[in-house]
């Protein structure tokens, strides 16, 4: 029960923490998900703000078939977003995508992936991010239950 007090808590530090001025983008609308994690929305790509999703494609590892990692990633967004968000925009990328905090009512959708052990906090990101990425690994949820044989985490300790 304390965990779960814990996980709300670290969620909620992280929807504070990035918190933006009125005058940042804000879009509430119809979302599909893409198999690489990213939504398209309203004709433009939104990517996640501050954690990266594994390739769709890549396999990971298991005893009695291969499981598509990126793949059980955007279906755990799809099943969590039931189709609107609203995202906050951060920034621009050079493909003209845009990286934005999104949430599904009041859940913070990057956090619910890491929270679920299917994304990595990226450098930079909140610390409640890592926090949470660290609470998957440790309770070995999502990407960290399993052996990744064709995964390359960048800059992790295993």
């Given at each position: 029960m304390a965990r779960i007090g814990l996980i709300a808590l670290l969620m909620a530090l992280g929807a504070a923490l990035l918190a933006l001025p009125a005058s940042a983008a804000r879009i509430h609308s119809y979302a599909f998900v893409?198999?690489?994690?990213?939504?398209?929305?309203?004709?433009?790509?939104?990517?996640?703000?501050?954690?990266?999703?594994?390739?769709?494609?890549?396999?990971?590892?298991?005893?009695?078939?291969?499981?598509?990692?990126?793949?059980?990633?955007?279906?755990?967004?799809?099943?969590?977003?039931?189709?609107?968000?609203?995202?906050?925009?951060?920034?621009?990328?050079r493909d003209r995508s845009l990286n934005a905090v999104c949430w599904a009512g009041q859940v913070d959708l990057?956090?619910?992936?890491?929270?679920q052990g299917w994304a990595l906090a990226l450098p930079g990101a909140p610390f409640s991010y890592v926090a949470l990425e660290r609470i998957a690994r440790a309770q070995n949820r999502g990407l960290w239950g399993f052996q990744a044989d064709s995964i390359r985490f960048p800059n992790r300790r295993r």
């Open positions: 893409r198999s690489d994690g990213s939504l398209h929305i309203r004709g433009r790509t939104y990517r996640l703000y501050g954690i990266h999703i594994p390739q769709t494609g890549r396999s990971c590892g298991w005893t009695l078939r291969p499981a598509r990692c990126g793949s059980r990633a955007a279906l755990a967004l799809d099943f969590k977003i039931q189709r609107f968000v609203t995202c906050q925009t951060i920034s621009r990328n990057a956090a619910y992936l890491l929270h």
